[in-house]
């Protein structure tokens, strides 16, 4: 079975950093792109950053590049987002996701993990 | 402000039939990028529930349907039941955005 367990979340002051990790089990990882998605408390759902399998690529939305910094190791069979210069406006649940089928459809997603950003 | 239109809310009775838009630009849906739909119960991660505009992963009832149409896409619905309830979402790729976007959802009541 498929499982993908983010980890990770808090409060963190703005500006501060924070590492969030998703642990994968159940498939061969280092067989398919990974995904963040982001959803602010009571918003819709953003796509934030993804990944190739070997790590090799890596893509942002506008909003976090230069911040954020999305990676993997293929040995752990896990994802993490290194986030840094938080601000309130990234305050959601981020959910790791596993992109199946044509490639870009996030056919597995984990349960999420909260991330405050407040003073 | 997503670049993915939907409908903020629709609504049905058991039994009828439901449909969801997704209005794109022809930096998205309408310049060829597949479409995918999510579905999103109260307090759970999002599901997939269709992918590549049209098909369904193994376990979606077949009362979702999918299509796309120019820089438009549309989730159907049939059979309307109580489990239904829900937040959609569709998504697609935005080739001037170089990264990809999630519609605005829509939240389905069943009356």
């Known amino acids: 079975e498929v499982q993908l367990v983010e980890s990770g979340g808090g409060l963190v002051q703005p500006g501060g950093s924070l590492r969030l990790s998703c642990a994968a089990s159940?498939?061969?990882?280092?067989?398919?792109?990974m995904n963040w998605v982001r959803q602010a408390p009571g918003k819709g759902l953003e796509w934030v950053a993804n990944?190739?399998?070997?790590?090799?690529?890596?893509y942002y939305v506008h909003s976090v590049r230069g911040r954020f910094t999305i990676s993997r190791d293929n040995t752990k069979n896990s994802l993490y987002l290194q986030m840094n210069s938080l601000g309130a406006e990234d305050t959601a649940v981020y959910y790791c996701?596993?992109?199946?089928?044509?490639?870009?459809?996030?056919?597995?997603w984990g349960q999420g993990t909260l991330v405050t950003v407040s003073s | 402000q997503s670049v993915l239109t939907q409908p903020p809310s629709v609504s049905g009775a058991p039994g009828q039939r439901v449909t969801i838009s997704c209005t794109g630009s022809?930096?998205?849906?309408?310049?060829?990028?597949?479409v995918h739909w999510y579905q999103q119960l109260p307090g759970t991660a999002p599901k997939l529930l269709i992918y590549?505009?049209?098909n369904r992963p193994s376990g979606v009832p077949d009362r979702f349907s999918g299509s796309k149409s120019g820089t438009s896409a549309s989730l159907a619905i049939s059979g309307l039941q109580a489990e239904d309830e829900a937040d959609y979402y569709c998504?697609?790729?935005?080739?001037?955005?170089?990264?990809?976007?999630f519609g605005t959802g829509t939240k389905v009541t069943v009356l």
């Open positions: 996701g596993r992109v199946d089928f044509s490639g870009d459809a996030v056919g597995h």
């Open positions: 159940g498939f061969t990882f280092n067989n398919y792109w």
């Open positions: 990944i190739i399998q070997d790590g090799s690529e890596k």
């Open positions: 022809s930096s998205n849906i309408g310049a060829g990028y597949v």
């Open positions: 590549d505009n049209s």
């Open positions: 998504q697609s790729y935005d080739s001037s955005l170089s990264g990809y976007v």
